[in-house]
């Protein structure tokens, strides 16, 4: 059996996690006895600099990228982004827009987030240990639309009633939703909470916007549609806050783009760690796997980086791209023992963390792949 992975480093702390994933790749091939070909294409900041030297159309997803990833069996992804790039002129190319533009041609409309607890961790997150009792939830996040993919517009010196005759600039950001794009999520939400714990929570802000009564009309259609499964709504403010007051009551928790971008990074501290979140990326096209986390600029190459979320992206991919479940569950089993020793990175160290057990991005690679071949065996 042999794969291709279309493999996007990026930037920042990108090159030295996918590192990690690769190594960890080669374990599992060689344990299952499967070939996976990484194949390294440029996203982000590195596609922008890349385009631009060579005189080409400045772009943050070259062509060949877009074409690699198409022809793929998956698509794993590092990081992109960082303050270098960051061109206050209007109409910039950004590093982001590599990110939203790979989703966008590939169909890639729904995010999985899965948020679990791992119990070596309990004291590294903010909150007490008493709340993550049972906290095992499931982000469904619409990928394709909303203020992200809407119109996005400045009007610069606006005559009125302001300073001068002019109100000074204008910023347009238009929010936009389909009902096949609402519906097609919240199905594959409420199936997926149907093999789980029976419960979808759909999180809108029904009291304010017209795109989230739409999506709260085809809640209420779905829920009626699937028996076995109950399903709420839930304001997105208080869903912030119940995040954070009490996080087990969550099974399935369903959005849109904005809300979803924002309360999954919110989730991820559940874990200890941003570092400790993967996320999948599928819809019509060749699915992407990535970590929720940026490309930390702040501590790229030096050799710090938390590679957890890199490697749980590519359990992730197992499961859904390759349906290698055994494998998928090593890997799991993996991340667990080796947290439960006691090695951390430099993000999940506390002060009860000695200097023996603190290891930096390459070395908890070698203990993750050392406890994945005892768990592959």
């Not at 042999?2 to 080669?26: F, N, Q, V």
């Not at 070259?62 to 270098?84: F, I, K, N, Q, S």
């Not at 096949?180 to 093999?195: D, H, I, S």
Request: with cysteine.
């Amino acid at each position: 059996m042999s794969y291709k992975i279309c493999t996007l480093p990026g930037d920042g702390i990108g090159p030295e996690i996918m590192d990690e994933a690769k190594h960890l790749l080669a374990a599992i091939g060689e344990a299952y006895d499967v070939n996976f070909n990484c194949d390294d294409q440029l996203i982000g900041g590195c596609a922008i600099d890349a385009t631009s030297a060579a005189g080409a159309k400045v772009s943050a997803l070259p062509p060949e990228t877009l074409e690699a990833a198409r022809e793929a069996d998956a698509v794993l992804l590092a990081a992109v982004g960082g303050p270098r790039w960051d061109d206050p002129t209007p109409g910039a190319v950004r590093p982001e827009q590599g990110l939203l533009a790979i989703r966008k041609n590939l169909g890639l409309y729904l995010n999985l987030r899965p948020v679990r607890v791992f119990e070596a961790l309990r004291d590294a997150s903010p909150l007490r240990p008493e709340r993550l009792d049972d906290v095992d939830l499931l982000i469904v996040r619409e990928l394709t639309g909303g203020l992200y993919f809407g119109t996005h517009e400045r009007r610069q010196g606006v005559e009125g009633a302001g300073v001068g005759g002019s109100v000074g600039d204008v910023a347009i950001d238009t929010m936009e939703y389909r009902e096949y794009e609402v519906e097609r999520v919240l199905r594959w939400a409420y199936e997926a909470a149907g093999r789980r714990n029976g419960v979808v929570t759909s999180v809108d802000k029904a009291n304010v916007l017209e795109t989230s009564r739409l999506w709260r009309e085809v809640n209420h259609r779905m829920n009626a549609k699937f028996e076995g499964v109950e399903g709420e709504d839930m304001l997105v403010d208080n869903c912030a806050m119940q995040l954070v007051v009490n996080p087990a009551q969550f099974d399935v928790l369903v959005t849109e783009n904005t809300f979803g971008d924002i309360l999954s990074d919110e989730a991820s501290m559940l874990t200890g760690s941003l570092g400790m979140l993967a996320s999948a990326s599928l819809g019509d096209g060749t699915a992407l796997y990535e970590p929720s986390h940026g490309s930390a600029p702040d501590i790229a190459g030096k050799g710090i980086a938390n590679p957890i979320a890199q490697i749980l992206s590519v359990e992730l991919m197992l499961r859904y791209s390759f349906q290698m479940d055994a494998a998928a569950d090593a890997v799991a089993a993996a991340v667990e023992d080796v947290l439960a020793a006691g090695w951390r990175t430099h993000d999940l160290a506390d002060e009860a963390t000695d200097a023996a057990h603190r290891l930096g991005t390459a070395a908890m690679g070698d203990k993750i792949i050392e406890a994945f071949r005892l768990h592959a065996g």
